[in-house]
């Protein structure tokens, strides 16, 4: 055991060679410069242009989704499609207490309270068995509606989330919303290239949303996407993100509070000459993901998180699960890569432990509380395993 952390280096080394490393870079190896150059001299930089169009078509033929709505950000995609599901103040929305603040703060943008419920393992994602036990022991069905019995509160929707890029258990989540009688919004904002079968993550639930930040599989810099087969929701989606404003030549007339959410043209660029690369990037992702699983196989009390049968990952962010006899040494672990130059990290603090959520609803949360001690994302660039390559730097198209 005292051996763990030098281990754990090595091995990270056989893959990585010597440091420094960070945790996940972006890769622009394709037509990013033609792309920005071109907005600027048609000086179509802002909310509308023909790359926003583009961007938003060529995410419907990649992910499989009938409608795609390009916004700027994927916690405000996360916030609208909450709206759309028909999230409402005071009202409760389940999430899982293993997720970024993100999750949990577009709940609260609705005027809605996060209630907590556990993960499971090896998904990383919400628990549908942990899940039915717990609504069945904390709610009643009053008018048509699904009641906290401790709370009074409706709980209108759920937010299943992809964890690094693992597909979590969507099909049986599904199931209990249907029981139950509420919406299932997915938070696929780390999965992009993520599969159940042959579906698409993100296209389950009534709305989908994806995330373009700079650390997730493509950026369009800041960005996020809202996904969904309902063409009514998605005409929704678009007017309330461009500040809900009637089509006419110059008058200025708005149906109600709208928002400013519509991508800009120059990131929607970006995210054209990004998602050219997406299939290199995803394979390239794969074959890291093999590299570490050779290269930990003989270090004790270690996994490498992997997609389930019948489930693609994207393995956006490598990951591995220590045991609960190596969970103690956590820390050791985290200082001994970092001090070695591989930037790696530990998961999120458990959403019901930050400030601002520590009084919501909650589950038991044995397996999430577990998890958060035993979670360590590893280096996970997608250009990592050609860095070595003598063809480096090479066009990733
Ligand atoms: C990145 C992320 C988001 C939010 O995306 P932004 O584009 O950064 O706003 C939401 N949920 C999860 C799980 C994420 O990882």
Same mark, same amino acid.
């Given at each position: ?36 150059? &071109? ?34 950000? @994927? ?10 599901? @028909? ?11 293993? !997720? ?41 069905? &009053? ?9 009074? !509160? ?16 969507? &099909? ?10 509420? !919406? ?12 159940? @079968?042959?579906?698409?993550? +993100?296209?389950?639930?009534?709305? +989908? ?12 810099? +800041? ?25 006419? $030549? ?22 054209? $000459?990004?998602?050219?690369?997406? &299939?290199?990037?995803?394979? !390239? ?113």
């Amino acid at each position: 055991m005292i051996q763990l952390s030098k281990r754990f280096v090595e091995a990270l080394q056989s893959v990585l060679g010597d440091g420094p490393v960070g945790l996940h870079e972006p890769l622009f190896a394709g037509n990013e410069k033609a792309y920005l150059q &071109e907005c600027i001299d048609t000086s179509y930089v802002s909310s509308v242009g023909p790359f926003v169009d583009r961007f938003e078509s060529e995410l419907c033929s990649f992910t499989g989704a009938p409608f795609a709505v390009a916004v700027v950000n @994927g916690t405000e995609a996360l916030h609208v499609a909450l709206l759309l599901a @028909g999230v409402r103040p005071g009202d409760e929305v389940l999430v899982p207490a293993l !997720s970024f603040v993100a999750t949990a703060n577009a709940v609260y943008y609705c005027g809605a309270s996060p209630h907590f419920v556990d993960v499971d393992e090896p998904s990383l994602g919400m628990d549908p068995v942990a899940l039915r036990r717990w609504l069945s022991s904390c709610t009643r069905v &009053e008018g048509g509606q699904l009641i906290n019995v401790y709370t009074g !509160s409706r709980i209108r929707a759920m937010i299943p989330m992809h964890t690094f890029g693992l597909p979590c258990d969507v &099909e049986g989540i599904e199931q209990v919303a249907n029981d139950f009688g509420i !919406s299932v919004v997915e938070d696929a904002a780390e999965a992009l290239g993520s599969y159940v @079968g042959s579906t698409h993550v +993100g296209n389950f639930g009534a709305l +989908g949303i994806l995330s373009f930040n700079g650390n997730k599989v493509i950026t369009t810099g +800041g960005g996020g996407a809202i996904l969904t087969s309902n063409e009514q929701l998605a005409r929704r989606a678009r007017h309330l993100t461009t500040t809900a404003r009637l089509q006419h $030549a110059w008058r200025f007339v708005h149906d109600e509070v709208g928002f400013n959410y519509r991508m800009p043209n120059l990131n929607a660029a970006l995210g054209c $000459a990004q998602l050219e690369q997406v &299939e290199f990037f995803l394979a !390239s992702k794969r074959t890291l993901f093999g590299l570490y699983e050779d290269a930990f196989r003989d270090v004790p009390h270690c996994v490498i998180a992997r997609e389930g049968p019948g489930r693609t990952s994207n393995y956006w962010l490598q990951t591995v699960v220590l045991d609960d006899a190596a969970s103690e040494q956590l820390d050791e672990i985290l200082n001994a890569c970092n001090e070695s130059g591989y930037k790696v990290r530990p998961a999120w603090t458990l959403l019901p432990d930050l400030a601002p959520y520590n009084r919501n609803p909650k589950a038991p949360l044995p397996v999430a509380s577990s998890l958060t001690r035993r979670i360590i994302n590893l280096p996970s660039s997608a250009d990592l395993p050609i860095r070595k390559s003598p063809h480096w730097p090479l066009d990733a198209r």
